[in-house]
């Protein structure tokens, strides 16, 4: 395993662009050599331009991250629902708002669950992103607030329940997410209707 390891850092050296220049210049002292001009010192003349284009060759520039595809990125997004439902699960919360809160991560769960769903999904860039952004921050942020928020009210009472502004900002959360969920099945019904048109003008023209 170290062996084949080495040889293909070894490979990787002979194509780089230091080896190519220090070769480059390493001709360069053998056509010296051959003229007489590097004389008795010749191996020293040779190793040394050979070193020396070596050092002066541009840095070898790391090959670019490859793009990450949509149904990596719903990857991503599915392992932080599958860490945020474990944390929820853990966190006591009132009644209307757990069931909020339930009835939101059931409509995450069934967006990205493989499938035709989720490949409708990764077909919008926006959806993905707003899917993303509700799911690694906003929900934490809904609950972590909302069990700070109580802490300080159990000492001080008074002021807005702090049960108040969760129930709130779950059903805006579900709010958006039902939009969402228009908005694709909307895609799919314009690409049903095109279809439908595409078939009766080739039926008028067959």
């Known amino acids: 395993m170290a062996t ?3 040889v293909a850092r070894a490979l990787r050296y002979l194509e780089s662009g230091k080896n190519l220049a220090g070769s480059a210049c390493g001709v360069v002292g053998l ?3 051959v003229t007489g001009v590097a004389g008795t010192y010749w191996p020293v003349v ?3 331009l050979y070193g020396a284009g070596a ?3 541009p840095p070898e520039r790391p090959a670019p991250p490859e793009p990450r595809g949509p149904s990596q990125q719903l990857d991503g997004i599915r392992e932080r629902f599958g860490r945020l439902r474990e944390y929820v699960a853990e966190v006591d919360l009132p009644d209307p708002a757990e069931g909020r809160l339930a009835e939101l991560m059931e409509l995450y769960g069934a967006l990205l669950a493989p499938g035709w769903v989720a490949d409708v999904l990764a077909a919008d860039p926006e959806s993905v992103h707003a899917l993303s952004r509700a799911i690694g921050l906003d929900v934490p942020e809904c609950v972590d607030t909302y069990n ?3 802490w300080w009210t159990r000492l001080t009472p ?4 702090p049960e108040r502004h969760l ?3 779950l059903s805006l959360l579900r709010e958006e997410a039902e939009r969402l969920t228009a908005d694709l099945r909307e895609a799919e019904a314009r690409r049903q209707q095109t ?3 595409y078939l009766e003008e080739r039926g008028q023209h067959s």
């Open 158 to 161: 008074g002021g807005e329940s």
């Open 195 to 197: 279809h439908t048109t």
């Open 4 to 6: 084949s390891r080495s």
């Open 31 to 33: 056509g010296l050599t």
């Open 148 to 150: 700070r928020t109580r």
């Open 55 to 57: 050092l002066i060759a």
């Open 167 to 169: 129930e709130r900002q």
């Open 46 to 48: 040779v190793a040394g």
